[in-house]
């Protein structure tokens, strides 16, 4: 009926403005973080194993004026770890804030990326279960290397795709995003391979 077409199409219309996502990714990280820095006291046994036994001695090496270099971590991650370590004055909680600030940024490109290839009211039903996802949550407050790698992927991806036709600005910004993600796990390296595939068969359109 004319009266649910416009319903949907308001609907659609607030999906659509350019603070709707926003404020959805602030207040996930407002909510995360203040239930995460209240109730995640100690570490788990699972992820943030390697958090406690790698990657905080890399980050006082650094903070000790070493740069550590592991044959199978990236140093990028421990890096951001020690100055956020350094700021709040307990590395724990630096990488809780870090994994709760990732996933946020990660809900924000989720939205974004998905509205450029299906449609806003897809991106946002997809974006809520994303976030309301009991596994996604887990990783949200848990300190590691997850949430901070899968956003610097996925601002490689949104920047790759920001656009209709592809230009030398994002190529640039998705190049080092996936850099980044390259120093912060090794197996960054499939973004590279990935580029270097779609540049191939779409060269012309540069």
């Known amino acids: 009926t004319p009266e649910k077409k416009r319903t949907s199409w308001n609907f659609e219309k607030y999906i659509c403005h350019?603070?709707?996502v926003l404020i959805i990714s602030a207040v996930y990280f407002v909510l995360v973080g203040v239930i995460s820095f209240i109730f995640h006291k100690v570490g788990d046994y699972g992820i943030e194993t390697d958090f406690f036994w790698g990657y905080v001695p890399s980050a006082k090496k650094i903070l000790a004026g070493e740069i550590p270099m592991d044959a199978f971590r990236g140093?990028?991650?421990?890096?951001?770890?020690a100055i956020f370590g350094f700021i709040l004055g307990d590395f724990f909680r630096?990488?809780?804030?870090?994994?709760?600030?990732?996933?946020?940024v990660l809900v924000y490109v989720t939205f974004e990326l998905l509205k450029k290839i299906f449609s806003p009211l897809i991106s946002f039903f997809v974006t809520v279960l994303l976030a309301l996802n009991p596994v996604f949550i887990q990783f949200s407050y848990s300190s590691g290397t997850d949430?901070?790698?899968?956003?610097?992927?996925?601002l490689t991806l949104f920047f790759f795709f920001k656009d209709k036709e592809l230009n030398f600005k994002n190529l640039i910004l998705a190049a080092v995003f996936g850099g980044l993600s390259y120093l912060t796990r090794y197996n960054g390296i499939f973004l590279a391979s990935f580029i270097i595939v779609i540049l191939f068969v779409n060269s012309w359109n540069i």
């Open 147 to 154: 949430m901070f790698f899968n956003a610097l992927a996925a």
């Open 94 to 104: 630096a990488g809780i804030f870090i994994a709760v600030f990732s996933a946020s």
């Open 75 to 81: 140093p990028l991650y421990p890096m951001v770890l």
């Open 18 to 20: 350019n603070h709707t």
